[in-house]
Every structure is written in structure tokens, then in C-alpha cells.
């Protein structure tokens, strides 16, 4: 407790000294061959009937009626021009749940999406529908968050402390979010609180392996202003026990040099002068120090021990003003981001970013309406194994139409042209289609071009780097039909999205005379099936929520899976919560993965089930929650990169404070 006190303390001192503002704001083939364990069979069955078990409503006892939390849920950016599109939400039951974790644990968890993580405090890269880490884009309200110099975001460096709401698109998002947007993106964003006059909450957490951290946040909401400050902190050991397969007689050893500390703040200021205008601030100042676990062969050589550090600044400042009779509206955005990464204290690379945003919407008719937009971003990377800083600036123009012509049919066409200094990438068209069938049936679809700009590592890297790169490209289309039916006390929504997609120019490094370059050589096609399910049953006393996420991916190059692209991958969840107390279950499947391009060596299915149960107290006029959680029940021995040991099983117990 004192430890996270003091990285607290350390928490504001980094933000008063990088940011002065702060001074202002004060604060389908489910069990097919790739299950080849038939003790992963009989343990997934058994969760699946202990989930459908859970979700079956239970008989309400009579009793004082009380108001249950509401699952809290907000539209994301331009979510009125995605149409067609599958996209999902983290609710706040599922983010409540996920204390201590980062981003990508929770993907893993509550979706069908795949992580690779390099152990328990390594990266952690996105596969999104069978594409690569650099093929998903990632903004933080509205502003692109990716390493210019990667392409990729580490998802194990976005605590869920940082971030309020998450939604997750799925496919042909390269006219509404640019560069990367091939196999999907992952929108993070802010909302304006509650109306309440002032809100201080807490949550402090202890768990296996030293484990230890929480936040603090305050929150207040007047009549011209809103405000919510943030303050998170966490260190882990990771010195978990693992049976090391890699060496002789495989002894059981402790994990060595995973440690991983995080610190940071993260503010949002709000001024509504008027009910048209609305002026924003948000800001996001983090660090985080890791040692980079080795493999397992390694473990016990102090010698190859590797370490990382990183520091993140992210600034905005956003203006909207509502044109009369909520006809349209005018958006004006500047951003400044900053991220430094030094490998073993000696290898820097750091960039900075300027970047600044119009947009226009405006209703025609009751039916129609249209946008425009234009973005321009300025980067400066400064990176030791580059001859010399380079300097790049990028210019994007947008434009959207959504028309309903009759009641039952949505359309909406997008957009986009991006210049990276002067010099066009391809045009970037999209159309979604949204049909009702009946009252609660839904079709709809999508198709659009998709692309994505070589990094600057891929251009300028001191021995290897191609600046004759082209930007990769291709195409994307889905279909999807989803069902959605409201009650009183009950929702239901299921939707299935089979999809497929194709990029050209894949760019892949390859040894060219004993050197390393980036080329455009690969050609890529991936298509799937996904599901999506959950509900939700409140009755009296009682509250049950449950969900599923299924995913079937084939990603293919030259007729070979792709590395690390599991063909199935499968998640279920379920909570059911009685008076002040809760009992919460998460299942997650992740079937075989190859780990080559030829695909001869191969990493087994791994089944992981958590649980936690809770109950919460009135004490002093104050709600204390206390939660028990539990990692990997079943014990499994996994690894979601090859030769990196991950944990067994493990607990964490959470202490809530108006949460």
C-alpha cells in the first residue's frame, strides 16, 4: 500500500513537471481437429455448461427493490458513418472486472481477438482478423496513437485505468480512420461525467507474484464544468514458477528479470459555456520501466537480460460547436503526442508529433447528411540508427454521405485521401448498407479499399531501410446479420459476421546480401466467420449479464497460415449479481498456432477459465467493494509466443472505494 502511495506521489510530480496544465485542471467449427486435447474438450464443455448454468435467470426472492448499476455504454467517434461495420463495446461491467489488467488482457479475455504477448511483461501485438500487429489502428479520442516508427501499439502499456470506454470495429476502417485500419481498430475514448457536484473513488489491489498498484480518481460536473483526474500506479514482480520445457529434464524455476512498472495520470477537462459549445482538454502522461522477460532457455542467463523503459506524453485540446436546431456540427481538434523508448538505457528512439483536425457534419434533410474533415500531422523522429532526425508531414482529406432513403434501409459512403510529403497513397473509397428485415433482425454489410503506409523504421532504418517502399493495400468486405431484442427486463443481441479480405505489397524484411530489408513482396488473403452474443436479465434484485465471442480466421500467404494466426478463438463470459453481491466467470480458448511460415512447428490449444466474487458494503455513507479475483483456475501451462513461460495459476483481492 505505502509502495503505491509513493508512486502515486511520483505520478503527480511527472505530470506538474511535463505538464503544465495540470496546474489548471487539478486533478461455426468450434470443436474441429485444432482441439486435439481431449482434456481442453471435456474442460470446455464443462465451462460451457457451467456458463449456460450461470446464465439461466434465477428465481427473485421478494425483497426491497433497489436500483442496480446500469451497464454504461457511448457512441465512438463517427459511429453515425460506420455503417455496416461490426463493432462492440467494453461495457462497464467488463472493465469493473478487469482490475490490475492492461488492454490486451482484457482483449484476450472478452473478445475473439488474438494477442501475442512475449511473456508475462513483454509486448503484447494484435492480430486482428488475421492480419499483422501494424495492420490495427489505435486512436485515443480521435487521435491516432500508433508508433510512427513500429506501426504497432503495445497493448500491454495501456493500462485500463488510463482509458475510460473502449469500442472495437471490425473491418474496412481505412476512410474513416486512415493508415493501418486493414483488419480493424481499436477506438479509445473520454465521455463527459456525470452530473454530480464532487466524486472521490479508489481501488487498491495485491496479487500473486508482488503484484501490486491501484488508482485514485476524482470527478466533479456543474453547470459549465466537468472535470475527472486520474492517478494510477502498479509494479509487478512476475516471478512466477514454470516448468522450463527448454532445458534437460525440464526443472520447475522461477521466472527471472519480468518485472513491470507502470505510473501515470490522466485528465479530462470540460467547459460547456452554452449548450452549443463544448471545449475539452484531455491528457495522458505515463511511464513504464519492464525488463524484458528472456525465453525460457535463457531464463538463468544473466548475461542476455534485456530492459526496457518508456515515457508517453499525449495532450489535446478539442472544440465542438452545435449549429442551430441541432442541424450539424463543427469539430476542431490539435493534438501533440511524445513518446520516448530507450532498450537497455542505450538505444533511443523518440518522436514527436503535432497533429490537428476539421471536421464539418451538417443534416440536408430529416434523411441526409454529409461530412468533411481534414487532418495534418507533423513528425519529427529522432532514432540513434537513423543517419540523421527526420522530419515528415502528412495531409488527409475526408469526406462522408449518410442517406436514408426509406425507413428500413441506411447507407453511408466514405472517403478518404492521404499525401505523405506530397506524394499520394491510394484513394480510399468504403460503402456500408444496413437493412431491417423485421423489428428485431438486422442486415447489413460493408466493402471498402484499404491501405496502409510503410513505417518510418521501414524507410529510414540505418542498415536496411527501403525508402522505395509502396504502401500496402487491398480490399475488405462482410456481411452480417444480427439480432437484437429489448424488454423491460431483458436484452438480447447475436450477430455473425462472416468477412474477407485481401492485401497486397505486404512488406516483409528479408536477408539481401547479408542484409536485412524491408520489401514488398507478400500477398495476403484472410476470411472468417465471427460471433458475437450477450445479455442481459434484471429483475428485483437480481441482475445477469453474459457474452460470447467467437472467432474462425484462415489468413494465408503462397497457401501457408500465417505465423501466430490461431484458427479459432473463442471467449465467454457471464456475471449474475444478488443485492450486493457478484459472482463473475470468464472462459477463453485459443486453438493451435504456427509458429513459421512453413508450418511445421506448431504451439498447442491452451484453455484459460478466471473467476470473481465479490460483495460490496455501506460504511460511513460509503460503498467499500471488496473482490476476489482468481487467474487460471485449470492451472494450464501456456504460451502465446513460443519458448515464453506465462503464469499458472494466480489471485488478486481488490478493495473498492465509490467505485
Known amino acids: ?59 427473485a426472492q421478494k425483497d426491497s427493490t433497489r436500483t442496480l448499476q446500469e451497464v454504461k455504454l457511448y457512441a465512438f467517434p463517427l459511429r453515425d458513418y460506420a455503417v455496416g461495420t461490426k463493432h462492440v463495446y467494453l461495457d462497464s461491467l467488463t472493465t469493473k472486472q478487469a482490475t490490475g489488467q492492461t488492454l490486451a488482457q482484457t482483449l484476450m479475455e472478452q473478445t475473439g481477438i488474438y494477442l501475442k ?61 486512415g493508415t493501418g485500419s486493414i483488419g480493424g481498430s481499436i477506438q479509445l475514448y473520454n465521455t463527459l461525467p456525470d452530473s454530480m457536484p464532487h466524486k472521490i473513488s479508489a481501488q487498491f489491489y495485491q496479487g500473486s507474484f508482488n503484484n501490486v498498484g491501484g488508482q485514485i480518481a476524482y470527478t466533479t460536473r456543474k453547470k459549465k464544468w466537468g472535470l475527472k483526474q486520474v492517478f494510477f500506479a502498479q509494479n509487478a514482480q512476475n516471478n512466477f514458477s514454470f516448468q522450463n520445457i527448454a532445458r534437460f529434464e525440464k526443472p520447475t ?46 531464463n538463468l542467463q544473466t548475461h542476455l537480460y534485456t530492459k526496457a523503459q518508456e515515457s508517453s506524453i499525449r495532450l489535446m485540446a478539442d472544440f465542438k460547436h452545435t449549429l442551430p436546431a441541432q442541424d450539424g456540427e463543427l469539430t476542431f481538434k490539435i493534438g501533440y503526442l511524445q513518446d520516448l523508448y530507450l532498450y537497455n538505457l542505450t538505444d533511443s528512439t523518440q518522436t514527436k508529433t503535432l497533429l490537428a483536425t476539421f471536421q464539418y457534419k451538417q443534416r440536408l434533410r430529416h434523411n441526409l447528411q454529409f461530412r468533411v474533415g481534414s487532418t495534418h500531422t507533423f513528425i519529427t523522429a529522432l532514432v540513434d540508427n537513423y543517419a540523421e532526425t527526420k522530419h515528415e508531414a502528412r495531409q488527409e482529406v475526408t469526406a462522408g454521405i449518410q442517406w436514408q432513403p426509406f425507413p428500413k434501409l441506411l447507407c453511408a459512403l466514405n472517403l478518404r485521401q492521404m499525401w505523405v510529403e506530397a506524394q499520394a497513397v491510394p484513394f480510399t473509397p468504403s460503402l456500408g448498407i444496413e437493412y431491417r428485415l423485421l423489428k428485431a433482425w438486422k442486415l447489413k454489410g460493408s466493402a471498402g479499399r484499404t491501405y496502409r503506409v510503410p513505417t518510418l523504421n521501414d524507410r529510414f532504418w540505418g542498415v536496411g531501410g527501403n525508402p522505395y517502399l509502396k504502401p500496402e ?164 501451462a501456456y504460451q502465446n509466443y513460443e519458448n515464453r513461460a506465462m503464469p499458472l495459476q494466480n489471485y488478486m483481492i481488490t478493495l473498492k472505494v465509490n467505485e
Open 253 to 298: 524455476e522461477r521466472q527471472q528479470n519480468a518485472q513491470n512498472t507502470f505510473k501515470g495520470t490522466q485528465t479530462d477537462v470540460y467547459y460547456l459555456p452554452n449548450s452549443r459549445n463544448t471545449f475539452a482538454i484531455h491528457t495522458w502522461i505515463q511511464t513504464r520501466q519492464n525488463q524484458i522477460a528472456p525465453t525460457m532457455g535463457a
Open 117 to 177: 504477448q512475449y511473456g508475462a511483461s513483454g509486448l503484447a501485438s494484435i492480430s486482428f482478423r488475421g492480419t499483422g500487429a501494424t495492420h490495427t489502428a489505435v486512436s485515443w479520442n480521435g487521435m491516432p496513437i500508433n508508433s510512427f516508427t513500429l506501426g504497432e501499439v503495445d497493448f500491454n502499456s495501456i493500462p485500463l485505468a488510463a482509458v475510460s470506454n473502449v469500442a472495437i470495429l471490425a473491418g474496412a476502417g481505412s476512410s474513416l480512420y
Open 473 to 636: 493495400n487491398g480490399f475488405t468486405a462482410e456481411i452480417g446479420l444480427q439480432f437484437a431484442h429489448k424488454t423491460k427486463k431483458t436484452y438480447l443481441q447475436i450477430e455473425l459476421t462472416p468477412y474477407a479480405l485481401w492485401v497486397r505489397d505486404w512488406i516483409i524484411w528479408n536477408p539481401i546480401n547479408n542484409v536485412w530489408t524491408p520489401q514488398n513482396l507478400r500477398s495476403v488473403q484472410a476470411r472468417g466467420i465471427e460471433i458475437q452474443s450477450s445479455a442481459y436479465y434484471t429483475h428485483q434484485n437480481w441482475r445477469i449479464s453474459k457474452g460470447i465471442s467467437y472467432s474462425y480466421t484462415k489468413s494465408t500467404t503462397e497457401n501457408n497460415q500465417l505465423p501466430y494466426t490461431p484458427f479459432h478463438r473463442a471467449s465467454l463470459w457471464s456475471q449474475v449479481a444478488y443485492k450486493q453481491w457478484f459472482i463473475y466467470q470468464n472462459a477463453n480458448l485459443t486453438t493451435t498456432r504456427y509458429t513459421s511460415l512453413s508450418n511445421t512447428d506448431l504451439l498447442p490449444s491452451f484453455l484459460l477459465w478466471n473467476m470473481s466474487v465479490g460483495k460490496s458494503f455501506n460504511i460511513a455513507h460509503q460503498k467499500i467493494t471488496l473482490q476476489f479475483r482468481f487467474n487460471n483456475i485449470n492451472n494450464t
Open 1 to 59: 500500500m505505502s509502495r503505491f502511495l509513493i508512486d502515486c506521489v511520483d505520478a503527480v510530480f511527472l505530470s506538474c513537471a511535463q505538464h503544465p496544465l495540470f496546474f489548471v485542471c487539478m486533478f461455426g467449427q468450434f470443436f474441429s481437429s485444432s482441439l486435439q486435447s481431449n482434456t481442453l474438450r471435456k474442460g470446455y464443455v464443462v465451462l460451457l455448461c457451467l456458463y449456460m448454468f450461470c446464465a439461466l435467470p434465477a428465481k
